[in-house]
């Protein structure tokens, strides 16, 4: 079979997406990756990543959750969730404490260093986010947070609170 060269161009062709853009998942995957690299960039000098800092928001918002309870409404596999709390644990934002109740489930507490830098990355988060949609009306972002949250609860075009 021959190999197929490649050329290498000098300058970025222009590529339409005309074929994707009349797809939802196309506009939100596209829009995922501009908030999502900004965010990232803003809570990046706190250590943080988003998938820790969304463990820690959970853990500070929820004091107590159990490690199981965090990984199914994270949509984490419990083993990746381990990893995520290891790290949260060895810098001291997080303690994982026995249930008395049933020994093989750790409840989750924020220290008071988790729970500092989750008001501090939460301001931060808040800021890119005010950043990021300062040309979006409030009724514009309140009708895109009711479209998404419709969809996350697989409820198409349903009323949602």
């Known amino acids: 079979m021959a190999k197929r060269q490649v050329r290498e161009e000098a ?3 222009a590529v339409s997406d005309a074929a994707l853009t009349r ?3 196309y506009h939100l995957k596209r829009a995922q990756t501009v908030l999502m690299g900004d965010m990232n960039a803003a809570i990046a000098p706190l250590g943080l990543r988003m998938i820790t800092y969304s463990a820690l928001a959970m853990v500070a918002e929820n004091p107590g959750l ?3 309870h965090l990984a199914d ?4 596999e419990r083993p990746n969730l381990v990893v995520i ?3 949260l644990e060895e810098r001291g934002l997080i303690s994982r404490d026995r249930v008395p109740t049933d020994r093989r489930a750790y409840a989750l507490m924020p220290t008071l260093a988790g729970r500092k ?3 501090e990355a939460t301001a931060a988060v808040a800021a ?3 950043r990021m949609l300062a040309g979006v009306s409030a009724e514009d972002r309140a009708a895109v947070l009711r479209v998404l949250g419709a969809i996350r609860h697989g409820k198409g075009g349903e009323e949602h609170g």
């Open 128 to 130: 890119h986010e005010a």
């Open 117 to 119: 830098l989750y008001e």
């Open 85 to 87: 709390l290891d790290d």
């Open 66 to 68: 159990r490690q199981s």
């Open 11 to 13: 300058e970025p062709v």
């Open 23 to 25: 797809f939802l998942g």
């Open 73 to 76: 409404a994270l949509s984490i």
